[in-house]
């Protein structure tokens, strides 16, 4: 076994979460072309890591949740930034907005953005 093989295999035991993946895709509606969301990959083993602490955006009338986190993933994987990404951790789904991603041999890690309201 090469070395990049190996440590892609070392990498790999760390995907115990799953994801997601959703993409803007043009759709028929009454014979009208529109934008809708639209899943494109389903249940790929990833592992997700928050970059920095959550930022509180509490007003008196609503609390926003607003947070960059890592994922990493296998390389093969389509992610395109402004991708939508479901990532599951046990029995917890949070959604995230996908940055470009970065590849390398073994994996890549793409930067998310969670928005969310509390």
């Known amino acids: 076994m ?3 093989r190996l440590y ?3 990498l790999e035991t760390n995907y115990t979460d799953r994801m997601t993946i959703f993409r803007m895709q043009d759709g028929k509606r009454g014979g009208e072309t529109v ?3 639209e899943e494109v990959s389903v249940s790929l083993p990833c592992r997700i890591s928050q970059t920095g602490l959550a ?3 509490q007003t008196s009338v609503q609390n926003d949740i607003r947070y960059d986190a890592k994922l990493f993933c296998a390389p093969e994987w389509d992610i395109r930034q402004g991708d939508t990404i ?5 029995a917890r789904t949070r959604r995230y907005i996908a940055g470009e991603p ?3 041999d073994t ?3 793409v930067g998310l953005q969670r928005k ?3």
């Not at 479901?86 to 046990?90: Q, S």
């Open 2 to 4: 090469n070395r990049l």
């Open 8 to 10: 892609r295999s070392v």
């Open 35 to 37: 934008l809708t969301l």
């Open 55 to 57: 930022k509180n955006q």
């Open 86 to 90: 479901d990532v599951t951790r046990g």
């Open 102 to 104: 970065f590849p390398y």
């Open 107 to 109: 994996h890549q890690e």
């Open 116 to 118: 969310d309201r509390a």
